[in-house]
């Protein structure tokens, strides 16, 4: 299951491994293009004994494992570092673990044009720090990553908690950073929305940053998830949050920006998002407002990224790339909640028993093909429509009556 | 000069070719289909001889001349409707004049998808009254359409205002409707940057509608231009709005929108810009604004509408389509004002003899080459530069020195 290479007296999971994994990330930084080269080829244990042998072909990568290592033992660290954890109520997940979430292999072959350090390290991530009580894999299937500045205005705070409340009344995970602003606005709506969250931290999940936001932390890990790359007792520097922007992009199905400053980390992490396929959704704002030119600029160098008003549009958005995502579905009464009157003729449209083409169900319906056809799309990732040989069934996964949903 | 086919007695433009066209738009309304490609055939007077024998294939128009026929005599009407205008200072425009603006031919060949009677009628004017001291032709070759709500609000008045200011500072004409809102707000901006605006009416030049904006009417008049394809006396009817809006999309070199609602007129203008292929620029706004969600709407709904969010990316999507517009370059003390800093840097980077490729400028300018070619393709259009054999040269247009730019 695991992307790294199998080992015969390291099976990846084990605790070699795991143990491997936290000293790597406490040696080199989440992303090194190297390290996770050497990983995916030897696996973790061994790499980790190449790295401390000094065997390291990258003269950057030698000089900061020779740095770090200077400052501790790095086996002895993640000793450490896993007992702290353990007792924080924290979880390590690696490839090998059922939870690991699979999106974030597709780091492993993205390519970006630019040639800067940050952006040559965004391969994938050797393993998560987790807080909360949702399996990480499963919540990140179906997520939305809502990111935006700090200086957010009230526009931008008022709109993202919209988005987020609808995004997670519409049993979709909400996933975003940790810093005030737009950040914090997305946890909240979320929360409000009754569904998850996810805040990935670029620091230790001992300590997460700001302190400001400790409370609104403290309830993220309550009712979704805290998470990050890095060990225990890392600090917020600054270079860590472009690294972490990588897995914001990769992690879900698509990213919204709300409000972004002039070449600003949003239009960063939106590149990534691109080079990735996923969606990259971006909220306009007034043309006066400082907070809203970040946005514009990413619309406008990027023909494929995609104006969306409200979370309908977002999940549209995410159902256009056709992607089937369904494969943890959530109870019946989560699932039929808040359809739009649209997806509700559709499904009413839908015979009890037996399949019908899409062109019947326009017909039914009274609605034009193409909405039949993204209603339907929608109703397959949220579970209650499945597609059959010759075209679509309702999904009998409860037995309750399809008449709920109206 | 003519589209329409040469007649030994009546020539093109002559008295017989002017009173017919006026004759036919009063027959029929503007851009009618059957009566367009009839007069491309055979001329206006032989066309207007055959629609008023009864000799007509299709039935609507049949129906429409016989009903305005039973109200007056059409070549009357045309006398009348000729000496009034006189009075007025107003003067007739048509294919065969110098100053017909090329532009609207393109009508001639647009197809819109769409089967409504409205979309079938968008063939060329077949003549425009002028009122205003400008020649037609010149004063549209270099225009931008700005159009918008009605019930705009104080955001969009505003950056129509900024818009419009701008787009005139840099030489183009600015054109859009005779509306409260963002039309009127479009021709103040215009006027207000010292350049020429044209107002479009679906009515009588002599009743400029509506009544509120008489004294912008007359300004507009005065330092711009009042046309409109309807005779004298015509009534603002509902649907003459739309018929009247394929020639804000035609007229120009490209059209901004900035302010709409769900489902608006400016939904149905863009739709004939994009099938003209010409830019569509859309300002963005606050999701929360409802007179912004038509523009978001168009932005979602067709791929290469553009966001827009200042003068110079106007400018600079009208010069991505790589038109040479400059056909009638403003004095100097318009051309210099208002670079931004790379089009100064551009500038600077050009020697004041011979000529340089753009690399050399990019390399002289410190800009990158993408920058320093969209910059020369803006100041080309301004007339500030021009292309040699092997590369790009200032132009000298006047004795000044080149350092008058900075």
Redesign the interface.
Known sequence: MSAAGMNGTCPPGGPEDRAARVALTWLAEPGNRAVWTLVHQAGAPATLDRLLSGDIPDARLRGAVAARSAAGDPRRMAEIVLRRADRLGARLVVPADDEWPRRVADLAAMEMDTGGRINSDIRPPLCFWVRGPWPLGETLERSVAIIGARAATS?GI??TGELAAGISKSGWTVLSGGAFGIDAAAHRGAISGGGRTVAVLACGIDRPYPAGNTALFDRIADTGLLISEWPIGAEPLRHRFLIRNRVIAAATAGTVVVEAAARSGAAQTMSRVLALDRPAMV??????SAM??GC?EI??NN?YA?????AG?VLEEIGRIGEYYAETPRGPERRHDHLDEETALVLEALPRNGSVTPEQVAAEARLNLRTVLRRLSLLEIAGLVARTGDGVALAHVSGRNRHDAG
Chains 1, 2 share one sequence.
């Open positions: 526009y008022h709109v909220v306009p704002g007034p043309v006066t809203s030119v514009h619309l406008r023909p995609r104006v969306v008003t409200s549009e």
